[in-house]
Each structure stands twice: as C-alpha cells, then as structure tokens.
C-alpha cells in the first residue's frame, strides 16, 4: 500500500464502514478521488483486543466494495493472466465467494475461468459471456473518505489560529 499512496498522497483518505454487520467498523484506507469507485488501498478490523491488517492492495492487485460488503480483488500478472475474485468478510478473514480467471489455454486462446474455491485444480472453463454476466451482478459502491491530507491542513490551521482565539475569549 505505501508506493501506492505515495503517487498520490494528497487524495489518500480514510473511511470507518462495519461490512460484515458485526458491529465492529473496518477501518478502510483508499483514495478520496475515485473513492467513488468504491476503491480500497488497505482495510483494517479489530478482533480479538488488537486491529489487523485484513488485506492491502498493490499495482496489479487492487481492491473495490461492492454492494452488499462483497470485496472486490481485482489482479494482473499479465496482459493474459488476470482475474477477478469476490469476498466476504468476517472480522479479520476474507472467504472466497467466487472468481473468475483470465489465461490462455493450451492452444493459447485467451479463454476465461470460474472457480468457487482458491484451488486452481477447481478452475473450469466458461464463456466470455457468462463471465461478463458474473461480473455485472457485482455492483461497486461508493465510499466517502475523509481525506487525511485536508485533515492535517486543517488542523494545522486551527493550530495556528489558537492564539488568536485564546486572546479574542479573554
């Protein structure tokens, strides 16, 4: 998550969301411009008496919400092999609902996977068009983070104007 962030550091931003109706809010770290897109640098839980890391995003391998606190991975390891996998979460762990590969077969044609499991053994083989109807029936939601750069400036701000407040409600 760290070289992301640093491309953009000033629309990185924060978000408190509880996304799998435990009442415990997730901490979700992602970016304040296309947060609209429901992107994900980090998220974060609490559980048993300490916060973890339950996944961080990287170039090739980006997560998204979707609705229904579904989690998005979204990953590349080449212009031929690249997938889609959703989640749910509980507390601090991540099942596998079901994915969908992108590879070349054994002619090298680019064809297309699905699989319940993480085990590549499960993979089989479906059409263009029923894994586009997969990927349709996932819908990204919006998240609205605070921005943490907009937090600093403004509580540096604030900071600075303190004793001016302090002189004026003496």
Do not use: W
């Given at each position: 998550?760290?070289?992301?962030?640093?491309?953009?550091?000033?629309?990185?931003?924060?978000?408190?969301?509880?996304?799998?109706?435990n009442g415990v809010k997730e901490l979700i770290i992602g970016d304040t411009e296309y947060g609209i897109d429901g992107v994900i640098y980090a998220l974060y839980s609490y559980a048993d008496g300490s916060i973890k890391e339950v996944f961080s995003s990287g170039e090739r391998d980006r997560h998204s919400l979707c609705d229904g606190g579904i989690i998005l991975n979204d990953w590349s390891n080449s212009a031929w092999n690249n997938?889609?996998?959703y989640y749910r979460i509980s507390g601090t762990t991540l099942s596998l609902k079901e994915r969908i590969v992108?590879?070349?077969?054994?002619?090298?044609?680019?064809?297309?996977?699905?699989?319940?499991?993480?085990?590549?053994?499960?993979?089989?083989?479906?059409?263009?068009?029923?894994?586009?109807?997969?990927?349709?029936?996932?819908?990204k939601e919006s998240i609205q983070y605070t921005s943490f750069f907009r937090s600093i400036i403004q509580t540096h701000q604030e900071v600075k104007m303190l004793p001016m407040l302090c002189r004026n409600n003496l």
């Open positions: 998550m760290a070289y992301v962030c640093g491309y953009r550091p000033e629309h990185v931003g924060y978000a408190f969301m509880d996304l799998d109706g997938g889609r996998a992108g590879d070349k077969d054994k002619n090298g044609n680019y064809v297309q996977f699905y699989s319940t499991t993480e085990n590549d053994q499960d993979l089989i083989s479906i059409t263009e068009e029923k894994a586009q109807e997969i990927r349709d029936s996932y819908v």
